[in-house]
């Protein structure tokens, strides 16, 4: 789970902004909160985030993604690295960008923070935090690095990534790739647990979905037919992968780097169809994906993804997400920017209803969203340390803060009145 992310001196936000999922006193739905025992906590299982256009909602989505390919992926030797200061201070310019993320694992804590800048990491630091105290693992400042209690069985290797670290790539990053098992944890978390939608691209491995043995194929169907958009069942109508106009490289690309049972998307450049190319039993094959709607003589019709409205594709591509969230054997961390995109509003509060019915202090899953649609915004369904406002100052800087944090604000307080009126700020000044 993510307790807590905090940015500066990252694109609009030049002040530390910290994201906060620790729950509050507030008692209003607290049989949904994510219960940690051992460390005395309560984690909230969503945030939904406000704010007028350009007031920084898309920049803290960004700030995440950044973090996550950074992680993951790593640099290049001398590949500059892409942090976006906040360009409106002379003195931020040059300025190191700060992350900092607190996580639960399992039922351990980490507080893991990292400040880069164009040329290098200026600071690393893994933490380990405890019931009463915190343990550093590592600190880094720039190339000097800092080991707390060693075991004998690990000297070696901190004494080799010394000389195998790079200026412009994490500690963290080196070690995974050095094949540094203690590290594997928090590495997978942002790799396999942290799963960023933004609104132009679709959820990994949605197609996955379509799969009539994918364990959740029937749910996702049946959500579509509730939804009223009109579709029986999507399926996969075979094409041959010849036929379908793609450069050679990638053609090549697709034999080498799909393994045996794995499946990849590609989008077929003339129709701008999703094409869906599997490996089973050593061959490739392709399917174009379509939606099956029932005809008024009981049968049913093929259509195109391009013949359905932006609006479906928005939800076809959103529910394998939520339905990760949703299925607690595998917790996830979904981060929605711009979820309320092509959607009509009751559908937005559909999805986000069937995610917070799911969760109970055992669950593990949260929902991180930015939206305009203020019709979620009602203390019937969202707790106001679950609501966040995002606002851009004067000076061109950006501001966090949650509905809990105002003073006088009661359990029937209609949050969305006093919202469009502007007391709490985070709305258009025009």
């Not at 917070?356 to 593990?364: D, G, H, I």
């Amino acid at each position: 789970m993510l307790i807590r992310f905090a940015v500066q001196n990252w694109m609009s936000f030049r002040d530390l902004a910290t994201l906060s999922l620790l729950a509050s006193r507030e008692r209003q739905h607290g049989q949904r909160v994510a219960r940690v025992p051992r460390h005395r906590l309560g984690v909230l299982p969503i945030a939904a985030i406000y704010g007028g256009n350009a007031s920084g909602k898309s920049n803290l989505f960004k700030a995440l993604a950044f973090a996550k390919q950074f992680i993951v992926q790593g640099t290049q030797v001398d590949q500059v690295i892409a942090v976006y200061p906040f360009r409106l201070d002379s003195q931020t310019q040059q300025a190191a960008s700060e992350f900092v993320f607190e996580l639960l694992i399992g039922e351990k804590i980490y507080e893991y923070r990292f400040a880069v800048s164009y040329q290098q990491v200026v600071m690393e630091r893994l933490t380990l935090m405890r019931a009463t105290t915190e343990h550093v693992i590592f600190e880094r400042h720039k190339q000097d690095v800092t080991a707390v209690h060693v075991p004998d069985s690990e000297a070696s290797f901190w004494k080799f990534i010394k000389q195998a670290m790079r200026p412009n790539q994490l500690l963290l990053t080196t070690a995974i790739q050095l094949q540094h098992a203690p590290f594997l944890p928090i590495y997978h978390w942002f790799r396999d647990t942290l799963l960023l939608i933004s609104p132009d691209t679709r959820f990994g491995d949605s197609e996955q979905f379509f799969d009539k043995q994918h364990r959740h194929f029937d749910q996702m169907n049946q959500i579509l037919r509730l939804l009223d958009t009109g579709i029986h069942e999507l399926a996969g109508q075979a094409v041959p992968l010849q036929l379908i106009p793609l450069p050679d490289e990638i053609k090549s690309k697709l034999w080498s780097d799909i393994p045996e049972g794995a499946t990849a998307r590609i989008i077929d450049p003339g129709s701008s169809e999703r094409i869906i190319v599997t490996r089973r039993n050593g061959e490739l094959t392709a399917q174009k994906v379509v939606a099956m709607h029932e005809r008024v003589d009981g049968g049913y019709e093929a259509f195109s993804m391009s013949q359905e409205s932006d609006g479906t594709n928005r939800i076809i591509d959103l529910l394998p997400a939520i339905l990760e969230a949703t299925d607690h054997h595998t917790p996830h961390v979904v981060v929605i920017d711009e979820v309320d995109r092509s959607l009509h509003t009751l559908i937005t509060q559909h999805v986000v209803q069937h995610f917070l019915a799911s969760c109970t202090p055992q669950t593990r899953s949260q929902l991180l969203l930015t939206l305009h649609d203020v019709l979620l915004m009602d203390q019937h369904t969202l707790r106001r340390d679950e609501m966040w406002l995002t606002e851009r100052q004067g000076d061109g800087a950006s501001t966090l803060i949650a509905l809990s944090e105002y003073a006088g604000l009661r359990d029937d307080t209609d949050i969305r009145k006093s919202y469009l009126q502007g007391r709490f700020g985070g709305v258009p000044k025009v």
